[in-house]
């Protein structure tokens, strides 16, 4: 495991990955799945793009674009008094003005991930009956910065599945975002940028059969990533 964990920075992309406290699970009902993301796309939809993840029992994984500070601006807005808002024609709704004091209003990155973390931590905790913390602290995040490590990182996502032999095929693992990538239905993932970044959706396909579930060891958690 890494030992220093970096700041959240804006513009940039990250491995995001968290896993249950002493090893517990997080996710105990199967409803936990779809109340997981959920609450993800509330709380990190916002403040990131999301382009891959992946649910697994006692931890998970997620390859997300921290957006550029110029483009929250609806976030500034809503945290401004209302008289000041952009659609009351103070603040430029184009972003071009300048921002710079209303730019302090806006929390920091890793502020929306404690957010999510502590709404899906409480939820959980009421469900069953159980107390403390649900996740391991801080949350685990590295900078991806070069669309090979990107790509890697996605098929790894992917692939961690079967890499801990819950199914023989991680095409049979519900709980990621291989399947809505390659299919037409209505998402929240950035489909058409990562399959961009592969090349095709063949391409995509053809990539994760051909690669054997990939090691991350040194990158990410190393006892139960």
């Given at each position: 495991?890494?030992?220093?964990?970096?700041?959240?920075?804006?513009?940039?992309?990250?491995?995001?990955?968290?896993?249950?406290?002493?090893?517990?699970?997080?996710?105990?009902?199967?409803?936990?799945?779809?109340?997981?993301?959920?609450?993800?796309?509330?709380?990190?939809?916002?403040?990131?793009?999301?382009?891959?993840?992946?649910?697994?029992?006692?931890?998970?994984?997620?390859?997300?674009?921290?957006?550029?500070?110029?483009?929250?601006?609806?976030?500034?807005?809503?945290?401004?008094?209302?008289?000041?808002?952009?659609?009351?024609?103070?603040?430029?709704?184009?972003?071009?003005?300048?921002?710079?004091?209303?730019?302090?209003?806006?929390?920091?990155?890793?502020?929306?991930?404690?957010?999510?973390?502590?709404?899906?931590?409480?939820?959980?905790?009421?469900?069953?009956?159980?107390?403390?913390?649900?996740?391991?602290?801080?949350?685990?995040?590295?900078?991806?910065?070069?669309?090979?490590?990107?790509?890697?990182?996605?098929?790894?996502?992917?692939?961690?599945?079967?890499?801990?032999?819950?199914?023989?095929?991680?095409?049979?693992?519900?709980?990621?975002?291989?399947?809505?990538?390659?299919s037409n239905n209505p998402?929240?993932?950035?489909?058409?940028?990562?399959l961009q970044l592969f090349?095709?959706?063949?391409?995509?396909?053809?990539?994760?059969?051909?690669?054997?579930?990939?090691?991350?060891?040194?990158?990410?958690?190393?006892?139960?990533?």
């Amino acid at each position: 495991m890494p030992t220093d964990i970096p700041s959240l920075t804006y513009g940039t992309f990250f491995h995001i990955y968290n896993r249950g406290n002493n090893g517990e699970n997080i996710f105990i009902q199967e409803r936990n799945y779809a109340y997981f993301m959920e609450l993800w796309w509330k709380h990190i939809s916002p403040i990131a793009e999301t382009w891959a993840y992946g649910l697994l029992r006692n931890h998970f994984h997620a390859a997300v674009w921290i957006k550029n500070k110029e483009d929250l601006t609806g976030l500034i807005n809503d945290s401004v008094n209302p008289d000041l808002r952009a659609d009351k024609g103070v603040i430029p709704s184009d972003s071009h003005g300048d921002l710079s004091g209303l730019k302090k209003k806006l929390k920091e990155p890793s502020q929306y991930f404690s957010n999510f973390f502590n709404a899906y931590s409480r939820s959980v905790n009421i469900a069953v009956q159980r107390t403390g913390a649900l996740f391991e602290r801080p949350f685990n995040r590295i900078p991806v910065d070069t669309e090979s490590y990107l790509m890697r990182l996605i098929v790894y996502i992917h692939q961690n599945p079967q890499k801990h032999q819950f199914v023989t095929d991680f095409r049979d693992w519900n709980y990621s975002s291989y399947h809505d990538l390659v299919s037409n239905n209505p998402t929240r993932l950035q489909r058409e940028k990562v399959l961009q970044l592969f090349g095709s959706c063949a391409d995509f396909i053809r990539i994760h059969q051909e690669i054997q579930p990939l090691d991350l060891t040194g990158f990410i958690i190393e006892s139960d990533d």
